[in-house]
């Protein structure tokens, strides 16, 4: 192959290469986006599952329902805007490769045509096999690449959640038979609206708490549910 076809080539796989990067650029904010809607849905699902009896005693199951749906359909909105963004990649990065494919087959026959005053079939069916094979490499390597890019996002969506310090050991458990007193302090704990998109402010349920609990002592807090 002449030199100038292999440089043709070259320079439309480095564009080619460029362009799925560029969108992998624009996926990995999408993915990870997509990725904090599915661990907010896991987490209140697992959380309702595990006070199931709550749900079912208070009486909350419409409720519950609703913001399952709520969360699940903001899920689905999350995966659809990845696909629609990987859809567009998917039509461009075939574009790129019929380029690849034509481009460089008819660049190969208006340059030689005119040297030789003709070209043989063979020889563009050979050109032409050389291309795809380019065109099929590329997108293997596009996909690949993709694939690692996605791994790599899921994992560091995960990361804060690995790196949490554990509880530790010594306070996990039963307390210890001769404790004496349990001291809270400044202890807080606040209601977050159900939906975003609610109007009711967070509220307050423990504001600065504070309670000294005594041995061989009975003590009850009442309230309003």
């Known amino acids: 192959i002449a030199w100038d076809t292999a440089l043709i080539s070259g320079i439309l796989i480095a564009m080619t290469l460029m362009v799925n990067r560029t969108f992998d650029k624009i996926l990995i904010p999408i993915i990870t986006d997509k990725n904090e809607s599915i661990h907010k849905f896991t987490a209140v699902l697992f959380d309702f599952l595990s006070n199931i009896e709550t749900l079912i005693t208070l009486g909350i199951g419409r409720l519950t329902e609703g913001v399952l749906q709520h969360k699940s359909m903001e899920v689905s909105r999350k995966h659809i805007r990845e696909n629609k963004c990987n859809q567009v990649k998917c039509e461009v990065m075939s ?38 094979i380019i065109k099929n490499s590329t997108m293997q390597f596009s996909g690949t690449y993709f694939d690692l890019v996605k791994w790599s996002t899921d994992f560091s969506s995960v990361e804060t959640i690995l790196n949490t310090p554990g509880v530790r050991n010594e306070f996990i458990g039963k307390l ?16 977050k609206p159900l939906f975003p998109s609610a109007l009711d402010a967070q509220q307050h349920v423990l504001r600065n708490f504070a309670i000294n609990l005594k041995t061989r002592t009975t003590l009850a807090v009442t309230g309003p549910s």
Do not use: M, P, S
Not at 97 to 122: C, D, K, M, P, S
Not at 176 to 191: G, R, V
């Open 176 to 191: 210890q038979q001769d404790w004496e007193t349990i001291i809270i302090k400044n202890l807080n704990f606040i209601y």
């Open 95 to 132: 574009i790129l490769g019929f380029i690849i494919e034509v481009g460089i087959t008819g660049y190969f026959i208006a340059t030689h045509r005119h040297v030789t005053g003709g070209i043989l079939v063979a020889l563009v069916i050979q050109i032409y096999q050389y291309c795809t």
